[in-house]
């Protein structure tokens, strides 16, 4: 069997909900093979992020190269990248390996609000990964660093998305979600831009859902998927993964990965 594959290079959320964790979570429910080069551990829960265990260079580097001269990804997605020196050693990776479909999802901070990415790293992020990314994928507070530009209307969204896109020549998915009031995603690519409506979900429990929505869109990239329908069924597993209302954890838990796993293995009570 030829299984699509797709690789995450990301930091560790050791509470399961963000993070590598999530991406594998998502990326095995989209239907696609999931690999992993690590960035970073990070000690964290739902309530905040305690300590932070980069990779070093060298190490991160050898982890893209195992993954790329044996299993080669047929997309990749970017989250957590901490400083520069590690944001450059993947860039330059990507470059060499000739990857495709890459996705970057610029984790600056995390839901429960503590920083994640030292200053020097946003100037290497925004000079080196965005150029050869396929698509980007902030939130508003990412977005108005990348864009230099305050966003608090849907016409702001429109101004942001074409300033970092047309600088990076990538395409650019802008998260509504922060402080516009709806749940409207915006995604400008080809010149074009394409608004995706959506509904808020009443769950308070939002612990890596940029994480899980960048994934989705890699998964379904990897899988040949149009871009634009691949936003449109990354929401709607998000949706539903919101949907199911998991209830973990006593901060801003995680949301139910999982929540269309069927299989009998998956019961929680297995009958005599």
């Known amino acids: 069997m030829k299984m699509k594959t797709a690789l995450t290079i990301a930091g560790s959320d050791c509470s399961g909900g963000a993070g590598i964790q999530a991406d594998i979570k998502t990326m095995t429910m989209n239907g696609v093979y999931a690999m992993s080069a690590i960035t970073a551990l990070t000690a964290q829960n739902t309530t905040g992020v305690r300590a932070i265990q980069e990779s070093t260079p060298d190490f991160l580097k050898q982890q893209i190269d195992a993954v790329f001269e044996d299993i080669f990804p047929d997309s990749v997605k970017i989250g957590m990248v901490s400083s520069s020196e590690l944001v450059c050693v993947i860039a330059e990776r990507l470059k060499y390996h000739k990857a495709k479909n890459i996705v970057v999802d610029p984790v600056m901070v995390a839901t429960s609000g503590s920083a994640l990415i030292k200053t020097d790293a946003v100037e290497a992020l925004t000079k080196e990964l965005l150029p050869i990314a396929t698509l980007v994928t902030p939130n508003i507070p990412e977005a108005e660093v990348l864009s230099e530009l305050a966003i608090e209307t849907k016409e702001d969204m429109e101004k942001a998305v074409k300033v970092i896109g047309d ?106």
Not at 188 to 194: I, L, N, Q, T, V
Not at 211 to 236: H, M, P
Request: proline share 2%; aromatic share 8%.
């Open 167 to 272: 600088a990076h020549n990538c395409a650019v998915l802008l998260k509504g979600g922060h402080n516009i009031n709806d749940a409207n995603d915006l995604l400008y690519a080809d010149r074009e831009y394409y608004w995706f409506e959506g509904k808020r979900i009443d769950n308070p429990n939002t612990h890596g859902t940029g994480c899980t929505l960048s994934s989705a869109i890699a998964s379904n990239l990897a899988k040949g998927v149009a871009l634009a329908e691949s936003v449109q069924r990354a929401k709607e597993y998000i949706s539903s993964a919101l949907s199911a209302q998991l209830d973990l954890g006593q901060g801003s838990g995680p949301m139910m990965h999982n929540f269309d796993l069927t299989s009998h293995f998956a019961e929680e009570k297995i009958s005599d």
